[in-house]
């Protein structure tokens, strides 16, 4: 059973505010990835990192940072949230790159800025 | 580059039925291939995994054959249950890649 964990599940939130996703994962991989899921259920690379220190940005544009300080960490922020951001965000790590490495996903979070 | 197309849902089927996910794939190397299953209100699982040509991955009564003639990876099972639905993804990595590739996903309703 994977160690890759999300909070909150669920937040609503008003236009302009700052917000911080959490991820956390108790497998010691290298590999992190954030995943945006839009309505259609198609999922979008946001953010990805290699390791401590190392992220960069996927292949769908977003407003949203991220670090990554220590390896079981990598939480995503939103400065200031709009509706347009309203959506799915999952978070999922791997051990490797390499054609044989699968990756885990956390529960998500369901964002609604309203 | 690499992609994933799968078949459009929905999909609803009643308890029982036969089930076929198609699922075809480009790749700029030799990938392995996977399913995942989302579970309303959830994440990703695994569901199987296949990573060369002639392997099947089988898991919950669920079955995929890489058949790297056909560039396909079509999802069975023999007999549904209203527990299946969810949403079923079809991806593949190849080993340059830092990401998997999703295809759109298929939902999945079983009626009782």
């Known amino acids: 059973e994977a160690d890759i964990y999300q909070t909150p599940r669920y937040l609503v939130i008003g236009t302009g505010k700052k917000i911080t996703l959490e991820c956390s994962q108790t497998m010691g991989h290298d590999k992190m990835y954030w995943y945006q899921q839009d309505p259609g259920m198609e999922l979008h690379l946001i953010h990805y990192?290699?390791?401590?220190?190392?992220?960069e940005k996927g292949d769908l544009s977003s407003e949203s940072t991220v670090s990554r300080i220590r390896t079981e960490h990598f939480p995503l922020t939103l400065e200031s949230a709009r509706p347009s951001h309203t959506s799915q965000y999952l978070c999922a790590s791997s051990e490797r790159t390499g054609r044989f490495t699968e990756a885990f996903f956390g529960q998500g979070t369901r964002l609604t800025v309203v | 580059g690499d992609s994933v197309t799968q078949m459009e849902g929905p999909v609803t089927l009643s308890e029982e039925a036969f089930l076929t996910i198609n699922c075809t794939y480009t790749?700029?190397?030799?990938?392995?291939l996977f399913w995942y299953v989302q579970y309303p209100g959830e994440g990703l699982q695994l569901l199987l995994k296949a990573t060369k040509a002639d392997d099947k991955g089988s898991n919950k009564g669920f079955e995929a054959t890489y058949r790297k003639e056909t560039t396909s990876f079509h999802l069975e099972k023999g007999s549904v249950q209203v527990s299946d639905s969810a949403v079923y993804f079809c991806?593949?990595?190849?080993?340059?890649?830092?990401?998997?590739?999703f295809g759109s996903g298929t939902q999945l309703t079983v009626l009782p």
């Open positions: 790749a700029t190397g030799y990938p392995s």
């Open positions: 990192s290699y390791g401590v220190n190392s992220t």
């Open positions: 991806a593949l990595r190849v080993g340059s890649a830092r990401q998997l590739t």
